[in-house]
């Protein structure tokens, strides 16, 4: 690949970095085209994209984002993930449905490097949607107390009895 190729491959991987809450490093060793293609079509779903580049142009693109990128080995994909956790989510739940596959190498979340420990705690959060649902219930749950409290008031006041 010529020079200017790879840093064209830089600075698209660059842009997309900067608009990300975090990356994940995977090895998709042992998939094959079909469950590839099955996971790209998923993290796409989630809004999340994946980029398969050499290691050294991702750590590049990774460094000159301000990030520190961590030394990876190997084949290597890129999650790069505006949600953090629906990416974490669909890898987990991937990866536990094909034979741990793609594993987990690291990455970076919110400017911090993590483990694949981090990634699969990060799948166990509820996703922004999910807390703003779960939100919406409490809120609901306590408006219906307080209106049912001030009807109890009412109709103690309308009795005559304090």
């Known amino acids: 690949m010529k020079r200017t190729q790879k840093e064209k491959l830089v600075s698209e991987l660059s842009e997309k970095i900067k608009g990300a809450s975090a990356l994940y490093y995977t090895d998709f060793t042992g ?10 079509r998923k993290l796409r779903k989630a809004g999340v994209e994946y980029v398969v580049i050499k290691n050294s142009l ?5 460094n000159e984002c301000g990030l520190v990128g961590q030394p990876i080995k190997g ?14 989510k669909v890898l987990t739940d ?12 690291g990455g970076v979340y919110e400017g911090l490097v993590i483990d694949q420990a981090m990634v699969s705690k990060l799948a166990t959060m509820p996703t922004r949607d999910e807390a703003l649902s779960m939100f ?9 107390a307080f209106a049912l409290s001030l009807d109890a008031r009412k109709t103690q006041l309308e009795e ?3």
């Open 136 to 144: 919406a219930g409490y809120l609901n749950n306590i408006l219906m």
């Open 75 to 88: 084949p290597t994909g890129v999650v790069v993930a505006k949600d953090a956790i629906a990416a974490a």
């Open 31 to 40: 998939l094959n085209v079909k469950r590839m293609t099955d996971l790209r």
């Open 160 to 162: 005559g009895t304090n």
């Open 94 to 105: 991937f990866a536990k449905a094909n034979d741990q596959k793609p594993s987990v190498k």
């Open 58 to 62: 991702a750590i590049r693109a990774v």
